[in-house]
Nanobody
Framework: QVQLVESGGGLVQPGGSLTLSCAASGLTLDLYAIGWFRQAPGKEREGVSSINSSGGSVLYADSVKGRFTVSRDNFKNRVFLQMKGLKPEDTAVYYC??????????????WGQGTQVTVSP
């Protein structure tokens, strides 16, 4: 059974940093791309970043470019999203998803349960 478990969320002040982790089990992580998504209350789910299976190709939403960094450690079956310069508008539930290739949001095969990130003074 495939499981993706996000961790690392929390409450942080504007300008602060958090690193989210996505732990995968039940699949061979180095065969899968990982996407990070977020959904704020009352808003649609938004793609934040994605990284292909080898880590050689990464994508970022314009809203997080220069502030967020995605990376992966296939030996540890984990993918990370380092977030710096956090803004109140980054407040959302963050999800990781897995798929053999990077695709549009609705086509990812596996999803985690999400972790809350709240940016507030």
């Amino acid at each position: 059974q495939v499981q993706l478990v996000e961790s690392g969320g929390g409450l942080v002040q504007p300008g602060g940093s958090l690193t989210l982790s996505c732990a995968a089990s039940g699949l061979t992580l180095d065969l899968y791309a990982i996407g990070w998504f977020r959904q704020a209350p009352g808003k649609e789910r938004e793609g934040v970043s994605s990284i292909n299976s080898s880590g050689g190709s990464v994508l970022y939403a314009d809203s997080v470019k220069g502030r967020f960094t995605v990376s992966r450690d296939n030996f540890k079956n984990r993918v990370f999203l380092q977030m710096k310069g956090l803004k109140p508008e980054d407040t959302a539930v963050y999800y990781c998803a897995a798929n053999t290739v990077i695709v549009t949001a609705d086509l990812w095969d596996y999803w985690g349960q999400g972790t809350q990130v709240t940016v507030s003074p």
